[in-house]
């Protein structure tokens, strides 16, 4: 056996949330699978997405898709960066974001075998990405006349979607339905939250990324409220139990002080695998089906556990940092980020196993 450090990934889990969003949209999908598809494996879980779109952002992560053979469409979210790229977006077929001038010319300097789908994205209150409104009839025109363009889908990004109370998600849809309407372009302005809790935002494709992985994406309702399922279990074991006597301290910088005899068990995972180096003492860890506590410092490559919860530790015992029995939404919140950044940030090191 090695290392017992992995992440479980439930194939069925990812298709449920799938269909969740689907029960809330009926248009098309637009998967967003980018950074390997939130950390979850960018092929297998593109596979298992019954939607009819996929959206990463960069041309290496399309090219893995395709050579992974998946057929779909798949949106690059930043467009190229390079006129080069176009090369290769012409030969795997890939829609691509424009966002800016540049990006407009190259394309009309391009010649392809195929023309392109190109998504025409501007600003609607966000300031991240894409033209301003007054840009957006002159760069459509150019767009509509190119010959290596064969279709323009209208898209904005919203930026306070996972807040129910913010005005600003109605004042980019306002702002986004008076721009658009006066085209017969396709439609996009919603992610996640959007997909779920912003209906009026939904048009002809929404694109929703952390939802389909199980994690909420927005503050007043839990993954488990929303229907949503885990996709992730992120696991170790107890690789050592330690014996401390009150005033013994734990880890670097003896940053934790027991203040009674207690066992205490190390865990094989750590910052070198992602997991939070910044999560605190405190911070919920499940060991055997029971929550425990974090404590100490985060090492690269163990964490320590208080152990008195558990009637008999041994060495062995099953780990779940986060995933099917403590939500990844709740070790985000000790953790003071969230979940996009916990699931994105587990590396290399830690084996992927599909069930
Ligand atoms: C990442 C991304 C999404 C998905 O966002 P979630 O909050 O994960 O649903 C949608 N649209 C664009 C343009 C994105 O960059």
Not at 23 to 31: A, D, N, P, R, Y
């Amino acid at each position: 056996m090695s290392r017992p450090t992995v992440a479980e990934i439930r194939i069925a889990a990812l298709k449920h949330n799938c269909s969740v969003i689907k029960q809330h949209h009926g248009g098309k999908v637009l998967g967003v699978v980018k950074a390997n598809a939130y950390g979850h494996g960018l092929v297998d879980c593109a596979k298992a997405l019954d939607v009819d779109g996929l959206a990463v952002a960069c041309i290496e992560e399309a090219v893995h898709l395709r050579e992974g053979g998946v057929r779909a469409p798949i949106v690059l979210l930043e467009g190229v960066f390079d006129p080069k790229e176009l090369t290769l977006v012409g030969r795997h077929e890939l829609d691509i974001v424009i966002h800016r001038e540049e990006q407009v010319t190259w394309l009309e300097q391009a010649s392809l075998l195929l023309p392109l789908r190109v998504w025409l994205k501007f600003n609607t209150g966000m300031h991240r990405l894409g033209f301003s409104i007054d840009q957006l009839e002159a760069m459509n025109a150019r767009l509509q006349a190119c010959s290596s363009v064969k279709q323009v889908v209208l898209m904005s990004h919203l930026a306070c979607a996972d807040d129910p109370e913010s005005p600003m998600t109605d004042q980019q849809l306002a702002v986004f339905s008076s721009a658009t309407e006066a085209y017969e372009c396709e439609r996009s302005l919603a992610n996640s939250a959007a997909s779920l809790a912003w209906p009026k935002t939904h048009f002809d494709w929404v694109r929703p990324g952390i939802a389909l992985y199980g994690s909420t994406p927005v503050l007043d309702k839990s993954a488990a409220q929303l229907g949503l399922q885990p996709v992730m279990t992120l696991k170790s074991q107890i690789i050592g139990i330690q014996s401390c006597k009150a005033g013994d301290s734990v880890g670097y910088g003896a940053d934790f002080r027991a203040t009674k005899d207690m066992l205490v068990g190390t865990v094989a995972i750590g910052y070198a695998d992602g997991y939070p180096r910044h999560a605190p003492s405190g911070t919920p860890v499940m060991v055997d089906g029971v929550e425990c506590k974090l404590i100490g410092r985060v090492s690269m490559d163990m964490i320590s556990v208080d152990l008195s919860p558990i009637a008999n530790p041994i060495e062995g015992m099953g780990v779940e940092l986060w995933g099917e029995n403590l939500s990844v939404d709740t070790v985000a919140q000790h953790a003071n980020t969230i979940s996009y950044e916990l699931l994105t940030q587990i590396n290399q090191r830690v084996p992927r196993r599909y069930i």
